[in-house]
């Protein structure tokens, strides 16, 4: 039984998620397949850009996922997933939109698959044995559960999380422990925001977009409304903010003894 760290268990864990269908071999190797020099370009452009969540190498950051493990990097064929995903960003999860020229898009893309080929060479860890997530101690973790952790201000083991062990298990549950949007369809508790006009006007709705020069949100109605951010106020709140910000608390302990924990709620 080997206990795997949080940096690693954290970027095989989210980079698990949605795994669709993948493409062939021979496709892969027919669409994949990138100029050494386009390479080499997109390797300091995506550390610039992107390295700072998703790690100088695309193995996976404090706060992004491992890469070379997406199931959108996968299915990707020559930048038709990446490249939305980089320019839209994904605001739920914290990724901001990027806004780059279409030759600097693609050598991130080159740069991307690059990695992702090396990864799958013959050494490097893919997976988790389930025996790598019960090495916790569930008393600790539901100390930190109702102390330190503050989880116990937004959930219950008799409400929300009841039965929650015998409906995931292992890597699954380490996802939804660490990201609970993870593996769903639907998105849990939507962040929402309230933006005051200079007129005094105030709307409220879902959080639609947001990054730093725009606020965007859906109202009642469902008309989409966006407004320049220096020309309003706004209050967004998104309830799995507190899921985001643990991601930089846990320690190694911390998280094996929380997830432990959860084990124990059959």
Same mark, same amino acid.
């Given at each position: 039984?080997?206990?795997?760290?949080?940096?690693?268990?954290?970027?095989?864990? @989210?980079?698990?998620?949605?795994?669709?269908?993948?493409?062939?071999?021979?496709?892969?190797?027919?669409?994949?397949?990138? $100029? $050494?020099?386009?390479?080499?370009?997109?390797? $300091? @452009?995506?550390?610039?850009?992107?390295?700072?969540?998703?790690?100088?190498?695309?193995?996976?950051?404090?706060?992004?996922?491992?890469?070379?493990?997406?199931?959108?990097?996968?299915?990707?064929?020559?930048?038709?997933?990446?490249?939305?995903?980089?320019?839209?960003?994904?605001?739920? +999860?914290?990724?901001?939109?990027?806004? @780059?020229?279409?030759?600097?898009?693609?050598?991130?893309?080159?740069?991307?698959?690059?990695?992702? +080929?090396?990864?799958?060479?013959?050494?490097?860890?893919?997976?988790?044995? $389930?025996?790598?997530?019960?090495?916790?101690?569930?008393?600790?973790?539901?100390?930190?559960?109702?102390?330190?952790?503050?989880?116990?201000?937004?959930?219950?083991?008799?409400?929300?999380?009841?039965?929650?062990?015998?409906?995931?298990?292992?890597?699954?549950?380490?996802?939804?422990?660490?990201?609970?949007?993870?593996?769903?369809?639907?998105?849990?508790?939507?962040?929402?925001?309230?933006?005051?006009?200079?007129?005094?006007?105030?709307?409220?709705?879902?959080?639609?977009?947001?990054?730093?020069?725009?606020?965007?949100?859906?109202?009642?109605?469902?008309?989409?409304?966006?407004?320049?951010?220096?020309?309003?106020?706004?209050?967004?709140?998104?309830?799995?903010?507190?899921?985001?910000?643990?991601?930089?608390?846990?320690?190694?302990?911390?998280?094996?003894?929380?997830?432990?924990?959860?084990?124990?709620?059959?």
């Amino acid at each position: 039984m080997i206990r795997m760290s949080f940096a690693l268990l954290l970027s095989i864990a @989210l980079g698990a998620v949605g795994r669709g269908q993948q493409p062939s071999a021979s496709q892969q190797a027919d669409t994949q397949s990138y $100029p $050494p020099a386009q390479i080499a370009a997109g390797q $300091p @452009l995506f550390s610039a850009r992107c390295g700072f969540c998703h790690g100088r190498d695309t193995y996976g950051g404090e706060s992004g996922p491992d890469l070379s493990r997406s199931a959108l990097v996968t299915e990707d064929v020559r930048g038709n997933k990446i490249i939305p995903v980089i320019r839209d960003g994904r605001v739920d +999860k914290g990724m901001p939109a990027i806004s @780059l020229p279409d030759r600097d898009m693609m050598a991130i893309v080159a740069f991307i698959h690059d990695q992702k +080929k090396k990864s799958e060479s013959p050494g490097r860890r893919r997976n988790v044995d $389930p025996t790598d997530l019960r090495t916790g101690n569930a008393d600790a973790g539901k100390a930190y559960f109702y102390g330190a952790g503050g989880c116990a201000r937004c959930h219950a083991p008799d409400g929300d999380l009841a039965g929650i062990a015998g409906r995931l298990e292992g890597l699954t549950l380490l996802q939804r422990m660490l990201d609970p949007a993870s593996g769903r369809r639907d998105r849990p508790h939507p962040a929402t925001v309230t933006v005051t006009t200079r007129t005094g006007e105030t709307i409220s709705g879902r959080l639609a977009y947001r990054d730093e020069f725009t606020i965007a949100l859906t109202d009642a109605s469902g008309w989409y409304r966006s407004w320049p951010t220096n020309q309003v106020t706004f209050t967004v709140n998104n309830p799995l903010d507190a899921h985001s910000e643990q991601l930089g608390k846990y320690t190694d302990n911390d998280m094996h003894n929380v997830l432990a924990y959860l084990q124990t709620l059959r």
